[in-house]
């Protein structure tokens, strides 16, 4: 008997530290769930927050470029547009001094044909006006043009004098 209650006293002990081994275990096991299911809703946390950090930043970028591309095309077609006009204004330039250099030869070979043998155009519009006042009308419509052509000749020769100045 004495090694039936021998054996007995150690069983009991073995079993309560069993019993002690698993209630901790069992406690330890069920504060690692919770810890684990608070780092995962923490994670859930942080990664949606990191989410939309990221979409903020892109969304940011996004515009920032977008900005800046329509900034520089912006800057790029003023840059275009003076340059054009500067261009422009340099062959309106070049054009106005041919046509006047144009203008001095033409007066100068002009010149020299009238002191030749050719008559200048006031000459030749007084010369013709002469000629208009020897004819003699023979019906008044006829009178009425000759007048008419006069007077023409006349304003002609006027803004040809009022044009010789100021070239």
Same mark, same amino acid.
């Given at each position: 008997?004495?090694?039936?209650?021998?054996?007995?006293?150690?069983?009991?002990?073995?079993?309560?530290?069993?019993?002690?081994?698993? =209630?901790?275990?069992?406690?330890?096991?069920?504060?690692?769930?919770? #810890?684990?299911?608070?780092?995962?809703?923490?994670?859930?946390?942080? *990664?949606?927050?990191?989410?939309?950090?990221?979409?903020?930043?892109?969304?940011?970028?996004?515009?920032?470029?977008?900005?800046?591309?329509?900034?520089?095309?912006? =800057?790029?077609?003023?840059?275009?547009?003076? #340059?054009? #006009?500067?261009?422009?204004?340099?062959? %309106?330039? *070049?054009?106005?001094?041919?046509?006047?250099?144009?203008?001095?030869?033409?007066? %100068?070979?002009?010149?020299?044909?009238?002191?030749?043998?050719?008559?200048?155009?006031?000459?030749?519009?007084?010369?013709?006006?002469?000629?208009?006042?020897?004819?003699?009308?023979?019906?008044?419509?006829?009178?009425?043009?000759?007048?008419?052509?006069?007077?023409?000749? #006349?304003?002609?020769?006027?803004?040809?004098?009022?044009?010789?100045?100021?070239?």
């Amino acid at each position: 008997m004495e090694n039936e209650e021998t054996k007995q006293p150690e069983q009991t002990p073995q079993s309560n530290l069993d019993q002690r081994e698993e =209630a901790p275990t069992l406690d330890t096991f069920a504060l690692e769930l919770k #810890n684990i299911k608070a780092n995962i809703k923490k994670g859930e946390g942080e *990664t949606t927050t990191l989410k939309i950090l990221f979409y903020t930043g892109l969304a940011v970028l996004l515009f920032g470029f977008i900005y800046t591309n329509q900034t520089l095309q912006r =800057a790029q077609h003023q840059n275009i547009e003076a #340059n054009i #006009n500067y261009l422009q204004h340099q062959v %309106d330039h *070049t054009l106005l001094l041919l046509e006047r250099k144009l203008h001095e030869e033409i007066q %100068d070979l002009e010149a020299k044909v009238n002191g030749t043998s050719m008559p200048n155009i006031h000459q030749t519009i007084q010369r013709m006006n002469q000629a208009l006042d020897q004819m003699e009308p023979q019906t008044t419509s006829i009178g009425i043009l000759i007048d008419k052509v006069k007077r023409n000749s #006349n304003e002609l020769s006027q803004m040809v004098r009022s044009q010789e100045p100021q070239q």
